[in-house]
């Protein structure tokens, strides 16, 4: 192992190697219901015992996008129920396959306190019984809901990994939709490039939790269509034009085969001049958000992550003034 891996992400590793693949060939030999619930484990030994951050209120919720539910889960702090002024719509990764809203709990709470922000948890349908863009759809429908339910506030978008692309893609869209707000956003490790061509990918395909065989299973599950990998819905990097996208904080982490792909992005985004914030965690490990509790590191990394989201979102200036819900969406 690299010496200038994280010690505590290194003893981590060493752990889950013990403990063997998932499956025979890895992600790809199992069923989805087999990979999430080795996601569900894999989720409880990288968390360890993790405290989870305090919030004033938790509690479920549901967005309907004509017949369809989208479930989500509202997060506040004492002062976002006296003033909701500041909303983050959450988006968990896992491949688009794997993850949920328990899954995505940490990064949401951490997010309410560290910003004194409503957060808005999206558990979007999952590939492959749900393919693109079921997944992207959901998450409009919930950031157009609060896009309506909260004119005057300042709206934010974070994600880890897959849920990062859904959020970049819901940033870039709402350049041009004037039902979609998207003030600022985060993107933890964003998963941008289905053709997995980068040198990170194959000089980090395995030997760091996240391997490039899971990252070609997530997208094969996730894109059945060929065709869609130049969609800006299936990821916001295949834009030609990346002007006018809102304030952006990038992260990567430095043993991830997803390093240069969002190092990539963040390059494009300043040449054109939209404000960026890059903070690239070379210890690290892709899913370095879910180890708050068994690598220090990990949970200062995700704490400047959020410092630098909360400058941005400060100045954020609301993009529009929309009128009330619909009376057919389940406040939120």
């Not at 505590?8 to 087999?34: C, F, K, M, S, Y």
């Not at 003033?83 to 990064?107: I, K, N």
């Not at 978008?157 to 869209?173: E, K, R, T, Y």
């Amino acid at each position: 192992m690299h010496p200038s891996l994280d010690p505590a992400v290194r003893h981590l590793i060493a752990e889950l190697d013990a403990l063997g693949e998932p499956g025979a060939e890895g992600l790809d030999d199992l069923t989805p219901e087999q990979a999430r619930a080795w996601y569900t484990v894999l989720r409880r030994i990288l968390g360890g015992e993790r405290t989870a951050p305090e919030v004033a209120s938790v509690r479920d919720a549901q967005v309907l996008d004509g017949a369809h539910a989208v479930p989500v889960r509202v997060y506040d702090t004492e002062e976002s129920i006296m003033m909701p002024d500041r909303v983050v719509l959450c988006v968990h990764g896992g491949g688009w396959v794997v993850g949920d809203l328990d899954g995505a709990d940490h990064l949401a709470r951490s997010a309410a306190r560290r910003l004194r922000a409503r957060v808005v948890s999206v558990d979007y349908r999952l590939a492959p019984e749900h393919v693109f863009p079921a997944a992207y759809d959901d998450c409009a429908a919930v950031l157009a809901e609060l896009s309506r339910t909260h004119p005057e506030a300042r709206i934010a978008g974070i994600g880890d990994s897959a849920g990062a692309n859904l959020v970049g893609a819901l940033a870039a869209a709402s350049r041009h939709r004037d039902d979609l707000r998207v003030d600022a956003q985060l993107l933890l490790y964003p998963a941008l490039d289905p053709s997995m061509a980068s040198d990170s990918m194959s000089r980090m395909a395995e030997g760091y939790i996240l391997t490039k065989a899971d990252m070609a299973y997530y997208w094969s599950c996730y894109l059945r269509d060929p065709a869609h990998a130049s969609d800006p819905r299936a990821t916001p990097a295949a834009l030609a034009d990346l002007a006018g996208m809102p304030p952006t904080v990038l992260v990567t982490a430095g043993f991830d085969p997803l390093h240069d792909e969002g190092m990539a992005y963040a390059r494009r985004l300043v040449a054109a001049d939209v404000a960026t914030a890059y903070l690239p965690f070379p210890s690290l490990v892709h899913g370095f958000a879910d180890m708050a509790g068994r690598v220090p590191a990990a949970l200062d990394a995700l704490d400047n992550a959020l410092a630098a989201l909360d400058l941005y979102f400060g100045a954020a200036t609301p993009q529009r003034r929309l009128g009330p819900a619909s009376s057919e969406v389940s406040p939120i």
